[in-house]
T-cell receptor, first 116, second 113 residues
Framework: AQSVTQPDIHITVSEGASLELRCNYS??????LFWYVQSPGQGLQLLLK??????LVQGIKGFEAEFKRSQSSFNLRKPSVHWSDAAEYFC??????????????FGPGTSLSVIP | NAGVTQTPKFRVLKTGQSMTLLCAQD?????MYWYRQDPGMGLRLIHY???????AKGEVPDGYNVSRLKKQNFLLGLESAAPSQTSVYFC????????????FGNGTRLTVT
């Protein structure tokens, strides 16, 4: 079965420091991978996605993620964190039947706090 | 352009009561989803639909029913609410399914006492 793990429940970083959020997936076929961000009391917003091609993908708000098939990982990074980046971050994998990817399965999320 | 709209935003039910959550999207998307969000568990897929008139079970379908009579609407029903169904419910839609980005509503906070 498809699954997504995010080993870090909560991370605290200082403003201006670099950030890496970890994500590991389990899926038998080529995955479609996503990172979403959720600000308090809001729905989820897409940060970036990976479908194929270049394994380093760029997203909005200065985020990037690297797909590593050998490690089944899709870690999210940002070189310099801003206080407004404090939020919940979710990794997700597109999963489904033999010929299509019907479902999107989410990881448990990582809560990011930013110290001024 | 409204995107994905969920109603109501908040609801309190007593155990055993029933209710229906409505999700409407104006993007002509084929795929629609219902998730529940609980602390420490991320978003778990309840039911989804790959087109008008279709529904399928997700990860946690028990205690819920859904209907997709019109392409733009996806209804989530609780026939007999239980305290374990206290959660925040999110509806989402996408153009191509699991290989395209999801567009989310702002959620419905449901409390069952």
């Amino acid at each position: 079965a498809q699954s997504v793990t995010q080993p870090d429940i909560h991370i605290t970083v200082s403003e201006g420091a670099s950030l890496e959020l970890r994500c590991n997936y389990s899926y038998g076929a080529t995955p479609y991978l996503f990172w979403y961000v959720q600000s308090p009391g809001q729905g989820l917003q897409l940060l970036l996605k990976y479908f194929s091609g270049d394994t380093l993908v760029q997203g909005i708000k200065g985020f990037e993620a690297e797909f590593k098939r050998s490690q089944s990982s899709f870690n999210l990074r940002k070189p310099s964190v801003h206080w407004s980046d404090a939020a919940e971050y979710f990794c997700a994998v597109g999963a489904g039947g033999k010929t299509s990817y019907d479902k999107v399965i989410f990881g448990p999320g990582t809560s990011l706090s930013v110290i001024p | 352009n409204a995107g994905v709209t969920q109603t109501p935003k908040f609801r309190v039910l007593k155990t055993g009561q029933s209710m229906t959550l409505l999700c409407a999207q104006d993007m002509n998307h084929e795929y629609m989803y219902w998730y529940r969000q609980d602390p420490g568990m991320g978003l778990r897929l309840i039911h989804y639909s790959v087109g008008e008139g279709t529904t399928a079970k997700g990860e946690v379908p028990d205690g819920y029913n859904v209907s997709r009579l019109k392409k733009q609407n996806f209804l989530l029903g609780l026939e007999s609410a239980a305290p374990s169904q206290t959660s925040v419910y999110f509806c989402a839609s996408s153009y191509l399914g699991g290989d395209s980005p999801l567009h989310f509503g702002n959620g419905t906070r449901l409390t069952v006492t």
